[in-house]
């Protein structure tokens, strides 16, 4: 067949098969994800429009698309999207990528809000995120909740750009809800101003040891910023300065909630001793049933 004539159907079922040579993974969804972003189209239409012909235009930059791919350059930086929370975010070389098991650390977070905002529910909730990249998280805060000011952190005016810019794309979330997200950029708690104590810290921070980041698949260890994935010797550097600092800027019944490594519980525990102003900790699974987020509050009252 000639290639002028290879439709859609033709397109997909080829890539398919060239990715499945190259890497385990998702041959046919990143091929439909390439190819709806090259024709600017739902990816449903590609089936309603499987006898099309792609033109020499699409071919080619679908064909440059796939070439980058095959090098293990991740989906969403090729598209400049990723999904989170059914959010569209924006996404680039200097933000990580948002993932679902980030989702269990929205789900809780929201669970423990909801239950501070059902005790007080005049006032405002005071959060504070570490290392915001996309500002997925608040934003997704911001989509099941009312009435959250939540300073985000990060630590480059670049990465800091695209939260904006996600952040306009989601507007709607924010005031209209009275909701407001307030960016700064700063190395790590050091620069920001809250106007009250917190009520709540949450991040998922680079938890992963340095010298095991070489090890990763090609497209995190050769393409996301190890900025965000550096966790220091041995992955607890941000965990240490969190459980550190966290104190002194929440409130008395302040609660954080971290994202954690699957296999980092016992190092966790063990670090927790160095900090007695934590009186609760608890470790919550993902869907999986692996440790997925660390919540430590300050009260001696149990965690709901």
């Known amino acids: 067949m000639a290639t002028d004539q290879w439709t859609i159907a033709d397109i997909l079922a080829w890539t398919q098969g060239h990715f499945e040579n190259l890497r385990p993974g998702s041959p046919r969804l990143d091929a439909e994800l390439l190819l709806a972003f090259v024709l600017d189209c739902p990816r449903l239409d590609l089936y309603l429009r499987a006898d099309q012909p792609l033109n020499e235009k699409e071919r080619g930059a679908y064909r440059e698309l796939i070439q980058q791919r095959a090098a293990g350059c991740p989906i969403a930086y090729l598209t400049g999207e990723k999904e989170f929370w059914s959010l569209s975010l924006e996404v680039n070389k200097y933000t990580l990528i948002p993932r679902p098991d980030t989702e269990t650390l929205v789900e809780n977070t929201v669970e423990q809000i909801r239950n501070r905002q059902n005790k007080h529910s005049e006032s405002q909730c005071l959060i504070a995120e570490l290392g915001t990249g996309t500002a997925a998280i608040p934003l997704a805060l911001c989509a099941e909740l009312m ?152 009260s001696e009252l149990p965690l709901s």
């Open 147 to 298: 009435n959250l000011h939540i300073i985000a952190v990060d630590c480059s005016a670049d990465i800091l750009e695209v939260a904006i810019r996600n952040l306009q794309r989601h507007e709607s979330l924010l005031s209209p809800r009275d909701n407001r997200i307030e960016l700064v950029e700063s190395n790590l708690f050091s620069r920001i101003n809250p106007p009250a104590k917190l009520d709540f810290i949450v991040s998922n921070p680079p938890y992963i040891p340095s010298g095991n980041i070489s090890k990763l698949q090609v497209d995190v260890a050769q393409y996301e910023p190890h900025t965000a994935l550096d966790g220091g010797p041995d992955g607890l550097s941000f965990y240490r300065y969190l459980l550190d600092t966290a104190p002194g800027l929440l409130a008395p019944e302040g609660e954080m909630l971290l994202e954690i490594g699957f296999d980092q519980r016992t190092q966790l525990s063990l670090l927790l001793k160095d900090f007695p102003a934590w009186k609760t900790s608890a470790f919550l699974p993902d869907m999986q049933g692996n440790d997925r987020v660390w919540k430590l509050g300050l």
